[in-house]
C-alpha cells in the first residue's frame, strides 16, 4: 500500500527566506503528483501538478520537483511571504487512488 | 478551470436530524468525486469514492447507511449525513477528478450538530 510522508511537520521561518518542503512515497508505480496549500477552515487549493513523465514543475515563486525512482517531491519557495503561512499537503495518485501526505504547517514570521 | 464548489459552506442542525451537502464541479465533467472529512489539526480522512452511475465505494470503517452518497449526474455529487449526531460534527470536503488526473476541491463545509 502506497505511503506519504512529509518532513518537517512544522516548519517556521523568516520573511524573505527560501525553503523547501519535502514529500516522500514507498512504491513509485504513481500516475501523478500534486501539492497543495490549506489554509485553516478552508479547502485545499492546488498549486502544482507534476505528471510521472515530467520531473518538475513551476509556478511563480513555487518549484516542485519530481524522483520517481527515489520517491520523492520538494516544494521550494522562495523570497517567504506571511502570506504563505498555512499547511501544505502532497499528493499522489496511484491506480485510481489518491494518496495524501500528513501536511507541513509553515509559519512565515514578519 | 477546474472548479469545484460545495454548498452549504456551513450548517447547522440538531442531533437526529439529517443534512445534505452538495459537490459541484463547474467547469468540467467529473466521473469520479471523492469525500472527505477533517478533524481540527488533522490530515484529510477519506470517506468515500463516488462514480457517476454507479453506487459509491466506502472506506473500512465508514458507516454507507450513515453516509449516504448519490453521483447522479458528471457533474453533481451530494453527501447526505442521516441522523446526524454530535460526534458527526467535522469539516467535509469533496474533490473532483480531472481528465488530466489532476484533483481539485471544494471549500469544504464546515457541519455543526447540536
Known amino acids: 500500500k502506497q505511503e506519504v510522508t512529509q518532513i518537517p511537520a512544522a516548519l517556521s521561518v523568516p520573511e524573505g527566506e527560501n525553503l523547501v518542503l519535502n514529500c516522500s512515497f514507498t512504491?513509485?508505480?504513481?500516475?501523478?503528483l500534486q501539492w497543495f496549500r490549506q489554509d485553516p477552515g478552508k479547502g485545499l487549493t492546488s498549486l502544482l501538478l507534476i505528471q510521472s513523465s515530467q520531473r518538475e514543475q513551476t509556478s511563480g515563486r513555487l518549484n516542485a520537483s519530481l524522483d520517481k525512482s527515489s520517491g520523492r517531491s520538494t516544494l521550494y519557495i522562495a523570497a517567504s511571504q506571511p502570506g504563505d503561512s498555512a499547511t501544505y499537503l502532497c499528493?499522489?495518485?496511484?491506480?485510481?487512488?489518491?494518496?495524501f501526505g500528513t501536511g507541513t504547517s509553515l509559519t512565515v514570521i514578519p | 478551470g477546474a472548479v469545484v464548489s460545495q454548498h452549504p459552506s456551513w450548517v447547522i442542525c440538531k442531533s437526529g436530524t439529517s443534512v445534505k451537502i452538495e459537490c459541484r464541479s463547474l467547469?468540467?465533467?467529473?466521473?469520479?468525486m471523492f469525500w472527505y472529512r477533517q478533524f481540527p489539526k488533522q490530515s484529510l480522512m477519506l470517506m468515500a469514492t463516488?462514480?457517476?452511475?454507479?453506487?459509491?465505494?466506502?472506506e473500512q470503517g465508514v458507516e454507507k447507511d450513515k453516509f449516504l452518497i448519490n453521483h447522479a449526474s458528471l457533474t453533481l455529487s451530494t453527501l447526505t449525513v442521516t441522523s446526524a449526531h454530535p460526534e458527526d460534527s467535522s469539516f467535509y470536503i469533496c474533490s473532483a477528478r480531472g481528465t488530466s488526473g489532476s484533483l481539485s476541491f471544494g471549500p469544504g463545509t464546515r457541519l455543526t450538530v447540536t
Open positions: 499528493a499522489v495518485l496511484a491506480g485510481n487512488q489518491f494518496y
Open positions: 467547469d468540467f465533467q467529473a466521473t469520479t
Open positions: 463516488s462514480n457517476e452511475g454507479s453506487k459509491a465505494t466506502y
Open positions: 512504491d513509485s508505480a504513481i500516475y501523478n
